[in-house]
């Protein structure tokens, strides 16, 4: 039987483990058989733990929100095992896992680290598909390949790789008249390793130099209207300027709630509603402040042909990754949306702790 491509491989891998299936991660030293902590039931874990008794990965963010960073073990980790002594039965392991419940379960633990030695790379990798995967990145692992013989082992250097060098597909191309912007065309790109579709919005006449936007869906925002962000405002100034502009480009990238997945965002809308800005909900979840992939809008522009623009963002750090990832930008220019009662702190925080221009 042929191999699968690394693509394929880890395509099938991220759908296994948003099925609950345990996938195989083999580093250079070791490989790890891992099981998502959200989906694991009694039954997945005992057929997990069969051969020995699984520990609990978690990454970084989620362990410095457990206090667990100050124990050597953990200390500068890319990925913490907590080692589950008895007490860690499978509810505990899961409240660990998920902090939503953290106010009203806030005593947790002892959490006892181990040294990540030669399960690091393994271990990383994993966390790195669980968020692939749209799902809390954390894990019960144990030692070596899964048991099953019809289980996927992939590599972990190629789940590592994988977002480093988005190769995208131009699939369809049709004319889309928008309110407000009726002279628009959309080009629809698929990437190459299996990942969600993104668009590009062509509106009136997008000149050498067009006026671009990059917007991330928000499905909160952009169809139901939430008050909780800017993010649909955000979407329809920008359709505005660029047909003021006389033409120009947004680009949809399918990275919902900063790149952590429309489930996850509504896990950290649960946190805000308990006191934590944006940035710590995230954090709180096991996730970076920002887990977007900016290396797919330079991809995209390419396969458009352009190569300068100018940006319509408050968001520096966009305008830093279209550079480096060849796509010069002549000016930045910048979107100025209204704050209402329900979104001050949110824009705020945006301004204050991840350097928004607002």
């Not at 633990?109 to 995967?133: H, I, N, Q, V, Y």
């Not at 919005?201 to 962000?229: E, F, M, N, Q, Y």
């Amino acid at each position: 039987m042929t191999p699968l491509s690394d693509d394929l491989s880890l395509a099938r891998a991220v759908d296994d483990l948003r099925r609950g299936v345990a996938v195989g991660v083999a580093g250079a030293q070791a490989t790890l058989t891992v099981l998502p902590a959200e989906l694991a039931t009694a039954d997945s874990l005992a057929a997990l733990e069969e051969g020995a008794r699984a520990d609990l990965l978690l990454s970084p963010a989620r362990a410095a929100s457990l206090h667990l960073l100050n124990q050597r073990a953990a200390a500068g980790a890319d990925a913490v095992f907590v080692t589950r002594a008895p007490w860690l039965d499978l509810v505990a392991s899961l409240a660990a896992a998920d902090p939503v419940a953290d106010l009203a379960t806030p005593f947790k633990g002892p959490f006892p680290t181990r040294p990540a030695g030669a399960d690091s790379e393994a271990g990383t990798a994993a966390l790195a598909l669980l968020k692939r995967a749209g799902l809390l990145p954390a894990a019960f692992v144990v030692p070596g390949p899964p048991r099953h013989t019809l289980a996927l082992t992939v590599s972990a250097a190629a789940a590592l790789a994988w977002r480093r060098a988005p190769r995208l597909l131009v699939t369809s191309r049709a004319r889309l008249p928008l309110a407000g912007a009726e002279d628009c065309q959309v080009v629809a790109f698929r990437p190459a390793d299996g990942g969600p579709e993104h668009l590009a919005l062509l509106i009136g006449t997008p000149g050498a130099v067009p006026l671009v936007r990059l917007h991330s869906a928000c499905l909160t925002g952009d169809v139901l209207g939430s008050l909780k962000c800017d993010c649909g405002p955000q979407l329809h100034a920008a359709l505005a300027a660029i047909v003021a502009a006389g033409g120009g480009i947004l680009l949809y990238l399918q990275q919902e709630g900063r790149g952590i997945g429309l489930l996850n965002k509504l896990r950290a809308y649960a946190l805000q509603d308990q006191g934590f800005d944006t940035v710590d909900a995230n954090l709180r979840l096991g996730f970076e402040a920002e887990e977007r992939d900016f290396d797919l809008a330079s991809a995209m522009l390419r396969l458009l042909g352009v190569e300068r623009i100018r940006l319509l963002t408050n968001n520096p750090a966009k305008l830093a990754a279209l550079e480096a990832g060849g796509v010069g930008v002549a000016t930045r220019v910048p979107l100025e949306i209204a704050a209402n009662p329900h979104n001050e702190r949110y824009l705020g925080t945006k301004r204050d702790r991840q350097g928004h221009q607002l």
